[in-house]
């Protein structure tokens, strides 16, 4: 529901909600608790803030459209205390914005810069205590893909190592303003402890991802020849003849646990 009105712009990736139901489920699904710190990327024209300041009483809001600045904070008098970080969402240090704590994040994500905002997040999740976000649907899909799967890929596996990703409920072009040209979903992202993922060096967990998906029809053995030797997979139970699409995240780690350690 808008709580005014202003033209959608494209180049924002502006898709105003306007289904009374899915914001409903949207705010069951975030089930916000006194004291919790929630942020929602995005606000637009308030359908998911204004329901949300309504139950919480409390809300920060990242907007990067200046137009929408001055009428989301006259709307927002009476309604509860909302802060405005007029800024690009990748821009934004959420570690600062957590403070001591840590947030909970909300946003139905302009689709344009959907993966580069998880990925800043993702950079922050130590402060993140979860995530409850609208996205594409093939995004949602390959994002919680298991292996085997067609779409099981570079977001499955760097996702699913820092986050259990859980897909809620998909949502259709004709509940937003104007409607997206692809179907929608929303899906909740909950950071999982540093400790227990165990990740060693990131940058090379990432490079090893990145060239094991980067020909997906290779076997492991030629994908990441540069990266180690058949011995190397080998040594820690991975068949040198399978490809990425198959390999467990769990196995990514270890392999690249390994070569860390000089395996
Ligand atoms: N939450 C509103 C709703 O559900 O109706 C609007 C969602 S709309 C899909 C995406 C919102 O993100 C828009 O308000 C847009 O202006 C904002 N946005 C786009 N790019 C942004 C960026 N780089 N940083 C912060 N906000 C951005």
């Not at 499955?156 to 809620?168: E, F, G, I, R």
Request: glycine share 8%; aromatic share 6%.
């Amino acid at each position: 529901m808008s709580h005014f009105k202003a033209p959608p712009k494209k180049n924002l990736g502006q898709h105003f909600l306007t289904d009374r139901g899915i914001i409903e489920h949207i705010v069951h699904a975030v089930d916000p608790r006194p004291g919790d710190n929630l942020v929602e990327i995005g606000p637009g024209q308030g359908a998911i803030t204004f329901p949300l300041l309504k139950k919480h009483g409390k809300l920060t809001v990242i907007e990067f459209d200046r137009d929408l600045i001055t009428p989301l904070s006259e709307a927002a008098h009476g309604v509860g205390e909302l802060t405005i970080v007029h800024k690009d969402v990748l821009q934004v240090d959420f570690d600062k914005l957590a403070g001591e704590g840590r947030i909970r994040l909300v946003g139905n994500l302009p689709y344009n810069i959907s993966t580069p905002i998880l990925f800043h997040v993702l950079e922050h999740c130590l402060h993140v205590r979860d995530m409850h976000f609208m996205l594409q649907k093939e995004v949602v899909d390959r994002m919680a893909a298991a292996p085997g799967s067609k779409v099981y890929g570079r977001l499955s596996v760097m996702l699913q190592a820092v986050c259990a990703v859980t897909p809620l409920f998909d949502v259709p072009p004709q509940s937003f303003n104007p409607p997206p040209k692809v179907d929608s979903a929303v899906v909740r992202l909950v950071p999982r402890d540093p400790a227990g993922i165990g990740i060693r060096d990131h940058a090379l967990f990432e490079a090893v991802v990145r060239d094991a998906f980067a020909q997906r029809r290779k076997t492991l053995r030629n994908a990441l020849s540069k990266q180690c030797t058949t011995e190397q997979l080998q040594a820690v139970g991975i068949k040198p003849e399978i490809r990425a699409e198959q390999l467990p995240v769990a196995d990514f780690i270890r392999l690249a646990n390994h070569l860390a350690a000089g395996g």
